[in-house]
């Protein structure tokens, strides 16, 4: 990605990162701000410039390294080298907490959260799992800053844990010959291709990402695989159905033999519709009130009846097409 222009915290260049990244963006206008959390010539944009703030990059230091416990597949969600993205799915979690500003955000002090990890985990009388994508996509980010492999090869110091993170992303080629010692879990999220190219604007083909999911297998990674957000549009059982089939038929047998299965089904939201009506008025509209009900705050997501339906069938042809892939859990 070549950013338009570069939004950044003055303090950011005295890192090694914010270096090296104004060297490679010395291009663009790079604009001085006081805080990350709040650039006030971009929060007045109206809702239709939300896809031209996504080719800004905002830089910056990270100033809370607080964890959150999880209990999912990790025991902590981390905040690390990133939140926000430059992709545009029209559900994106991210917009429920930052709204039009989900744009990417890079923090430079990335040894300092490093040092809070190790000393983490090695602090800890069993292996923890930090979860540390939950706010971006690590993968894309990895191509504008090479944090991914900076992080591989750095964890790799510590004594015990595993980093683990979803992408969307295909552009794993630069992690498969690095020493991540068992420690790192990839785990990339899946959609049908239709989904994919309707509604997870900007994201790699699902083609792209099971070839990923094999290689990284191939190089020894523990790979995890989301199907998420499920999306119950008008033709949904035709198209995970057909999902399911494929990834049945192009997964490799190692693959296979060692990934496991996360289902989420998709949240939206208020803010979603008000965005995308405006961003992207020619979009699919994922909100349909007749399967949708409220859940608290301005949010929407499939009423129990069809939800359960809609887990009962991803089961009943996950059983038939990859039935030695555990399902992990349904939500
Ligand atoms: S790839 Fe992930 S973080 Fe990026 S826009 Fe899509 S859902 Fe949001």
Same mark, same amino acid.
């Not at 800004?56 to 416990?69: D, F, N, W």
């Not at 859940?295 to 359960?308: A, F, L, P, Q």
């Given at each position: 990605?070549?950013?338009?222009?570069?939004?950044?915290?003055?303090?950011?260049?005295?890192?090694e990162?914010? =270096?090296?990244?104004?060297?490679?963006?010395?291009?663009?206008?790079? *604009?001085?701000?006081?805080?990350?959390n709040?650039?006030?010539?971009l929060?007045?944009?109206?809702?239709?410039e939300?896809?031209? $703030?996504?080719?800004?990059?905002i *830089?910056? !230091?990270? =100033?809370?390294?607080?964890?959150?416990?999880?209990?999912? +597949?990790?025991?902590y969600?981390?905040?690390?080298?990133?939140?926000?993205?430059?992709?545009?799915?029209?559900?994106?979690?991210?917009?429920?907490?930052?709204?039009?500003?989900?744009?990417?955000?890079?923090?430079?002090?990335?040894?300092?959260?490093?040092?809070?990890?190790?000393?983490?985990?090695?602090?800890?009388?069993?292996?923890?799992?930090?979860e540390?994508?939950?706010n971006?996509?690590?993968?894309?980010?990895?191509?504008?800053? @090479?944090?991914l492999?900076?992080?591989?090869?750095?964890?790799?110091?510590?004594?015990?844990?595993?980093?683990?993170?979803?992408?969307?992303?295909? $552009?794993v080629?630069?992690?498969?010959?690095?020493?991540?010692?068992? =420690?790192? +879990?990839?785990?990339?999220?899946?959609?049908?291709?239709?989904?994919?190219?309707?509604?997870?604007?900007?994201?790699?083909?699902?083609k792209?990402?099971?070839?990923?999911?094999n290689?990284?297998?191939?190089?020894?990674?523990?790979? @995890?695989?989301? +199907?998420?957000? !499920?999306?119950?549009?008008?033709?949904?059982?035709?198209?995970?159905a057909?999902? *399911?089939?494929?990834?049945?038929?192009e997964?490799?047998?190692?693959?296979?033999?060692?990934?496991?299965?996360? +289902?989420?089904?998709?949240?939206y939201?208020?803010?979603?519709?008000?965005?995308?009506?405006?961003?992207f008025?020619?979009?699919?509209?994922?909100?349909?009130?007749?399967i $949708?009900?409220?859940? @608290?705050?301005?949010?929407?997501w499939?009423?129990?009846?069809?939800?359960? $339906?809609?887990?009962?069938?991803?089961?009943?042809?996950?059983?038939?097409?990859?039935?030695?892939?555990?399902?992990m859990?349904?939500?």
């Amino acid at each position: 990605m070549r950013p338009e222009k570069v939004f950044y915290e003055p303090e950011s260049l005295n890192y090694e990162l914010g =270096k090296q990244l104004k060297e490679k963006f010395n291009n663009v206008p790079w *604009i001085p701000i006081e805080s990350h959390n709040n650039i006030e010539q971009l929060r007045k944009n109206p809702n239709s410039e939300f896809a031209r $703030m996504k080719r800004y990059i905002i *830089i910056g !230091v990270r =100033k809370s390294l607080k964890y959150t416990p999880n209990h999912k +597949i990790s025991d902590y969600l981390v905040p690390y080298t990133s939140s926000g993205c430059s992709a545009m799915c029209l559900y994106c979690y991210l917009v429920c907490n930052y709204n039009k500003c989900s744009y990417l955000r890079l923090f430079v002090n990335r040894e300092q959260m490093m040092d809070k990890l190790i000393k983490t985990a090695n602090s800890s009388d069993k292996d923890i799992v930090f979860e540390i994508g939950s706010n971006s996509d690590l993968v894309l980010e990895n191509t504008i800053t @090479g944090n991914l492999e900076w992080t591989i090869e750095n964890f790799g110091k510590s004594e015990k844990g595993f980093l683990t993170f979803p992408t969307k992303f295909s $552009m794993v080629d630069s992690f498969l010959p690095l020493n991540h010692k068992g =420690k790192i +879990i990839p785990r990339m999220s899946v959609n049908p291709e239709e989904i994919i190219r309707k509604v997870e604007i900007g994201t790699s083909s699902l083609k792209a990402r099971i070839t990923a999911i094999n290689r990284l297998c191939e190089a020894g990674y523990r790979v @995890g695989m989301l +199907i998420a957000p !499920v999306v119950m549009v008008d033709n949904w059982k035709e198209l995970y159905a057909e999902l *399911i089939e494929q990834l049945s038929d192009e997964l490799s047998q190692k693959a296979k033999k060692q990934l496991f299965i996360e +289902i989420i089904f998709m949240t939206y939201s208020y803010v979603h519709c008000a965005i995308n009506r405006e961003a992207f008025p020619n979009a699919v509209d994922l909100y349909d009130k007749s399967i $949708m009900t409220g859940r @608290g705050r301005g949010k929407y997501w499939y009423k129990e009846d069809v939800r359960s $339906m809609g887990e009962e069938f991803l089961r009943e042809q996950l059983s038939q097409k990859l039935k030695d892939v555990p399902i992990m859990y349904v939500v």
